[in-house]
């Protein structure tokens, strides 16, 4: 489990600036991972994005939100300007 710092005082100048928090994953696990969310039919892109959602869920108690993704699988020049997911 991720040890999260989630409380602290808003800074008194906002910014758009971002942090990162580096974590390690232990291969073995990401092996097991991409193993389990290609058996359902899924990618590992997929199967983090879902992970990530979770982890939002469980940590702000909310089920209403969405995540904005900037790419899905427009590998046709034709198909860049449509709406909506694309899977093979």
């Given at each position: 489990m991720l040890d999260l710092p989630t409380d602290r005082a808003r800074p008194t100048i906002l910014s758009s600036r971002g942090k990162r928090l580096p974590i390690t994953i232990d291969s073995e696990l990401t092996q097991r991972f991409s193993s389990l969310v290609v058996s359902k039919g899924a990618n590992l892109y997929t199967g983090l994005i879902a992970?990530?959602?979770?982890?939002?869920?469980r940590m702000g108690g909310g089920d209403d939100f969405a995540i904005g993704i900037a790419l899905a699988n427009r590998h046709h020049e034709g198909l860049q300007h449509l709406i909506g997911y694309f899977a093979k």
């Open positions: 992970l990530y959602m979770l982890m939002l869920h």
